[in-house]
């Protein structure tokens, strides 16, 4: 069993519901994103690490911005690799790698396995990969015993729900709305109907994101997920402190008051 199915099953033992915060690679700089790795793991059931890519498409303003900073300081994905590994000797705590599969193509599917298993790194989200065209990935990562995580929307078919199912390990990732990350006054009640469907597939735990930007939004989720992903909100507020002292203390403020953790 990796670090993600003994993070939740501790959760599921002690009767509490996770959170997944997630940050951009290099926003704003690598040294930077050293620092919160550390700093979010101590709010985290695991933490969602992306990488930055030139055409976001299914990402809001607030990430594309984030994107766009961390690509001026020209590093490459070994670089974030190299990031995850410095936090592994420092925290437990599950981290994966949120991408688009360009990147992931250009450094080479076995590369990208063998290096993310080597950095400590528990698996991958590719956004723009389907399960029908996932399979030389999905091979890859489970040789290396890593996660293959998925995304489901309220939109899925429950054909699309089984065949998720099938092919994803870790945990679930539910969209609680269609369109672009970004945080919203209001969860769907769409969200909730979709974890309900795919529960009848899987027994995987399944968290929601997309839209969820304060604690009453993330204690709402909780009722019925498995776990809380915050995306937006956090880089927005990372944006916002961006360049005073201690973002990292600042940030870890933030998430006490999300979370209604201290």
């Known amino acids: 069993m990796g670090r993600i199915a003994d993070a939740f099953t501790t959760l599921k033992r002690d009767g509490k519901k996770g959170f997944i915060p997630y940050l951009t690679a290099g926003d704003p700089d690598l040294a930077t994103t050293d620092q919160l790795l550390v700093t979010l793991a101590q709010h985290a059931t695991l933490i969602e690490l992306g990488v930055p890519f030139s055409d976001p498409m299914a990402d809001g303003p607030v990430i594309q911005r984030a994107s766009e900073r961390a690509l001026k300081n020209n590093f490459g994905l070994q670089d974030i690799l190299d990031t995850a590994a410095r936090a592994r000797k420092q925290i ?5 790698l949120f991408s688009y599969y360009n990147p ?8 990208v396995a063998g290096a993310a298993k ?15 065209e996932a399979g030389e990935f999905e091979a890859e990562l489970r040789a290396h015993d890593l996660d293959m ?3 489901i929307a309220p939109t899925s078919t429950d054909e699309r729900l089984q065949l998720v199912a099938d092919h994803a390990s870790g945990f679930i990732y539910a969209v609680s709305r269609a369109g672009v990350t970004g945080a919203r006054d209001t969860v769907s009640a769409e969200a909730e109907k979709l974890v309900n469907r795919m529960r009848e597939f899987s027994s995987l735990p399944i968290a929601v994101g997309f839209g969820i930007s304060n604690a009453a939004q993330v204690a709402d ?7 809380v992903v915050v995306g937006s909100a956090l880089v927005a507020e ?5 360049g005073t002292p201690d973002v990292a203390r600042q940030v870890g403020s933030f998430l006490a008051k999300i979370t209604g953790f201290s």
């Open 149 to 151: 995580i998925f995304l």
């Open 221 to 227: 989720v909780s009722r019925y997920a498995d776990a």
């Open 238 to 242: 990372m944006e916002r402190i961006m």
């Open 92 to 96: 437990e705590t599950p981290i994966i």
């Open 104 to 111: 992931l193509l250009q450094f080479g599917l076995a590369q």
């Open 118 to 132: 080597k950095a400590g790194v528990d698996g991958v989200l590719v956004t723009d990969l389907t399960p029908e």
